[in-house]
């Protein structure tokens, strides 16, 4: 049986901002409750009833009359006749009737009897002559974990448990078909589902003093909005989730900070503006992946893309997207997205309460030649231009929204995937893509009130997707732009104001005041590529400043999105609600699932007993509704990303990264490493903590490797062993007892052998290494040991080759900053960064070998992760420059001595901590080995160790040749 959420009902959730004082001055009100064991119960010694509680809070002038006994059941309730239980409650001429019954019925009853005698039960208290309302509870869970269960009453709660199930089926399957008949449901197991504080010990069926305030505090909210307004036929709210594609956190004028950025002032999104006025902003609201797809079948599922599988965007069936990597691989994902019965959806179960489900504009939900590649497949009664691609062919009417008229062809001349389907009307017209969704959605919203039925409809304008198309009837308002951030300037602002033809729709079919709009994005801003000059001038990685990276990242710009929900006569509340109109608690875009089923007055789990399972969404109306102590605003938010996407860029690589507090780890899959960044203080992710912090590293992974196991999450594939990777609990502690996590200054003993070659002490190395960074301006840094000094002239074995190699290969490069010390180890090199070795230094490249002088003493895996917190404090401390990473030299003469294959396994390490971009990987080994795998002896001194005369000669050649390639002329690094 599958775990139910505690479910507070709409009506709760909307109510209880309502005054904690009784009624008195108002017409009093006759209350009828229908109760069984589990009401009568504490009214024999067991603390106060919640029947006895909502008397004494409606106040006075308000009467409450229970009806039954510990033995009714719903057939005998719903007997009729003047001495019955129901001829007793009509001659009473209640308000309201509160049937709280269905606890004894779990002790055997036929089940096929229970929903008729519901039924009759409910057909009979309408024919009362006071027409009252009626609240249909279903009934609380047994707790067969409850404190001092003996094994036997176990058995018996849990046979009790599965029965409840189908008595609780049944109910709500009367109170839907009598809703619009003054019969509202009250769902109330999940007020102790699995919930043994709710409950009295020993015994798993009477309630706690907590669970009869529980269930006092659901239907005294219920009895008061009955009572405060007259009673008429429920209307289901519209609701509108507007999802734009690619949105940047700042791609809006509406601040999601503490104050408004430059981005926020380059915008024009008066409707969003217009619309936050009324609703609430989430400031800490994320996508549930950096990009698309698994964001958006999250939201159709409620559950996180960990536990679909549906990891990455998808296009062609049983085609993986994934960028292949040489280290690590994909796992077995679900390459074909979201597929018919694999999951409820979210329009599933709006149809069957009777919503139009419409979709309009980008689907990419499953793969082209699949099922899922349709949204009518996946419950949308109405689909409108959604199919399985995840971008547009072209926004321009004029060229057919297709890609053979993008490129200057008869638009239908040859067919692409990316061309937009079901728009033939504007064939030919000039019309921007997002208006002819908008003029189609508006249709859609008129079509659904004629016919006199609530619709949810899901808008995803294409827009913001690459390609970047501008819409010339608002790129005169960007004149300071650049061509390419004028155009995506226009973009942003044709979204809005297809949100703004949405409204007025919504105000001239008078349905504003009943529509809950929500909108968010699906990801974090695209700066990968595509994209013009960001406020800072630069043309990649900034647009979402001071957030750090974009879309298809681990870090913050990936996955932020702006966000703002507004519930009419909730959110636009005034002037009390002005104290909830931002919210700061994390949220995630799966949330929107159970969200939007309790704005429609649902449940968040089924009644056929099956339940949905693994439902990783919150519901968030208590946040709306200014009760955050009802959210579990300390939960762990997740994300795992097993692929590599197409772009490069920081944090553009496979990683699981998980949220608490203010606290964020990420664990990069490649090379097994960690970041960690405390947002509150470090919303840019620009200082990692993890080197200086290995227990809160520990802390987190432990709670990323639960979060792994209640999703069920897949983590990359290592290539070398075609197992999945160390999980980061493992990772965590593995590297949690290594020297280079916590960085001590290096020891007498070993700057004493790091000074081995007799010259100056090491301290004063270092301190000659750090001015000559603040006064030489060089172009390339060397950093590593002895082999690295060796590039300076004089040294062990080599006399001045290394000077002669260095002149012939580097120097014509620019000034070289040689920062090599002979002896050094990770530990030392990490030290020396974090000590300013390169402040006032802004080098085009480093060349990174360090590792050998570990090799004696440490494990590959340790020295792979000395050197992985040395390329992150590289990042920071110098982030123009590419860096070369050198393999480490075969140390020793033949292949199969026990630190030549220490070395081997250490270079397969350090070679996955490359990402092609920012780190290149250089392999010496071919260079100073022969085809048995012995070194040569021509390009290795005698002590095999470091290099002759010939081995600098050739590794020069090979440096000096990687270093070209990654840096231009003028100092700068290359962007791509």
Request: glycine share 12%.
């Amino acid at each position: 049986m599958q775990i139910f959420r505690r479910i507070v009902s709409l009506l709760a959730l909307l109510f209880v901002l309502m005054p904690a004082s009784g009624f008195a001055q108002d017409a009093p009100v006759r209350v009828a409750v229908l109760y069984d064991v589990v009401g009568w119960g504490s009214r024999m010694g067991f603390g106060e009833s919640w029947g006895l509680l909502l008397r004494n809070q409606l106040g006075d002038g308000h009467e409450v009359r229970w009806f039954g006994d510990l033995n009714t059941t719903l057939a005998a309730a719903a007997d009729s006749g003047p001495h019955s239980i129901l001829g007793e409650v009509e001659a009473y001429r209640p308000d309201v009737v509160i049937v709280a019954l269905g606890s004894v019925d779990a002790i055997g009853t036929d089940t096929a009897s229970l929903e008729p005698a519901c039924a009759r039960l409910v057909s009979g208290l309408q024919r009362i002559v006071t027409d009252p309302d009626i609240l249909l509870c279903t009934p609380t869970d047994v707790v067969p974990s409850a404190p001092h269960i003996s094994q036997e009453r176990a058995a018996i709660l849990v046979t009790r448990q599965a029965r409840l199930v189908e008595i609780r089926r049944a109910i709500v399957t009367v109170a839907q078909k009598a809703a619009s008949q003054k019969v509202r449901l009250i769902d109330l197991y999940g007020v102790t589902h699995n919930r043994p504080d709710q409950v009295v010990a020993g015994d798993g069926v009477q309630l706690s003093e907590l669970g009869h305030g529980a269930i006092a505090e659901i239907l005294l909210s219920a009895v008061r909005e009955l009572h405060r307004e007259p009673a008429v036929p429920t209307t289901r709210p519209n609701i509108i989730l507007f999802l734009v594609d690619d949105l940047g956190w700042q791609d809006c004028a509406v601040p999601m900070h503490t104050g408004a950025t430059a981005l926020n002032a380059r915008y024009r999104t008066p409707h969003l503006e217009q619309l936050a006025a009324r609703g609430m902003k989430f400031t800490n609201a994320y996508a549930s992946a950096p990009v698309c797809t698994p964001t958006r079948t999250s939201i159709l599922t409620g559950k996180a893309p960990a536990r679909t599988h549906i990891t990455y965007w998808t296009l062609d069936k049983d085609a993986d997207t994934s960028t292949p990597r040489d280290d690590i691989a994909p796992p077995a994902w679900a390459v074909n997205g979201l597929q018919p019965g694999d999951h409820e959806t979210l329009p599933e179960i709006l149809i069957a309460a009777g919503y139009r489900t419409i979709h309009v504009g980008k689907a990419h939900f499953g793969t082209h030649g699949t099922p899922g590649g349709d949204p009518k497949s996946l419950g949308f009664l109405v689909n409108i231009a959604g199919h399985a691609s995840g971008g547009p062919a072209s926004y321009y009417g004029l060229d057919h929204f297709t890609l053979a008229g993008r490129q200057g062809k008869p638009p239908h001349s040859s067919p692409s995937v990316w061309d937009i389907p079901g728009l033939e009307k504007y064939h030919g017209h000039d019309i921007y893509l997002t208006e002819a969704l908008a003029i189609e959605a508006c249709g859609a919203i008129r079509e659904s009130v004629a016919a006199g039925e609530p619709f949810y409809l899901n808008f995803a304008p294409y827009a913001v997707h690459a390609p970047i198309m501008g819409n010339k009837k608002y790129e005169p308002n960007y004149p300071d732009l650049d061509e390419r951030e004028r155009a995506y300037a226009s973009m942003i602002e044709t979204y809005d104001a297809a949100l703004g033809a949405l409204v007025t729709t919504l105000e001239e079919t008078g349905q504003l005041g009943n529509t809950v709009i929500i909108f968010s994005g699906d990801n974090g801003g695209l700066s990968a590529h595509a994209r013009g000059a960001a406020p800072d001038g630069e043309t990649q990685h900034t647009h979402n400043a001071p957030l750090k990276s974009g879309k298809g990242s681990a870090y913050e710009g990936g996955t932020r999105v702006p966000t703002v929900i507004v519930w009419p006569g909730v959110t636009d509340m005034s002037p009390s609600r002005r104290a909830v109109e931002v919210c700061d608690v994390p949220v995630v875009s799966h949330d929107l699932f159970p969200t939007v089923i309790a704005l429609a007055g649902l449940q968040a789990d089924d009644a056929s007993g099956d339940g949905r399972a693994g439902i990783d969404g919150r519901d968030l109306t208590p946040l709306l509704t200014g009760r955050a102590e009802l959210f579990d605003a300390d939960r762990v938010l997740g994300w795992n990303q097993p692929h590599q996407w197409g772009a490069s860029g920081p944090g553009i690589e496979p990683f699981t990264s998980a949220r608490a507090g203010d606290w964020k780890l990420i664990y990069f899959h490649a090379g097994r490493r960690f970041e960690l960044y405390n947002l509150a203080a470090d919303i840019g992710e620009a200082s990692d903590l993890a080197p200086a912090m290995p227990a809160k590293v520990a802390e987190l992974a432990a709670a990323m490797d639960k979060w792994l196991d209640d999703t069920g999450a897949q983590l990359s594939i290592d290539k070398a062993t075609g197992e999945e990777i160390e999980r980061p609990g493992a990772a965590a502690a593995r590297l949690g007892g290594l020297p280079v996590t916590c960085i001590p200054a290096p020891s007498a003993e070993t700057r004493s052998q790091a000074a081995g070659w007799g010259e100056r002490g090491w301290m004063q190395q270092f301190e000659d290494i750090r001015g000559a960074a603040g006064s030489l301006e060089p172009r390339l840094v060397l950093i590593g040991d002895s082999i690295t000094q060796g590039w300076a002239g004089p040294g062990r074995q080599v006399g001045g080759a290394g000077a002669a190699a260095r002149e012939r290969h580097l120097d014509a490069l620019g000034p070289v900053l040689n920062a090599g010390i002979s002896g050094d180890r990770t530990q030392h090199v990490l030290w020396r960064l974090r000590h300013g070795m390169l402040d006032g230094c802004e080098p085009g490249a480093v060349v990174l070998m360090i590792g050998t002088n570990n090799l004696p003493d440490d494990e590959p895996e340790a020295i792979a992760a000395g050197v992985g917190l040395i390329l992150a404090e590289l990042r920071g401390r110098v982030p123009g420059a590419r860096v070369v990473l050198v393999s480490c030299p075969p140390r020793g003469a033949r292949a199969d001595e026990p630190l030549r294959l220490r070395g081997s396994v250490l270079n397969a390490r350090l070679a996955s901590l490359a990402d092609g971009d920012r780190v290149r990987w250089l392999d010496l080994t071919p260079l100073l080995t022969d085809e048995t795998g012995a070194a040569r002896a021509d390009r290795m001194a005698g002590d095999f160790v470091h290099f002759s005369p010939g081995g600098y000669e050739a590794v020069g050649s090979a440096i000096g040749a990687a270093v070209a390639e990654v840096i231009r002329p003028g100092g700068a690094s290359d962007g791509n």
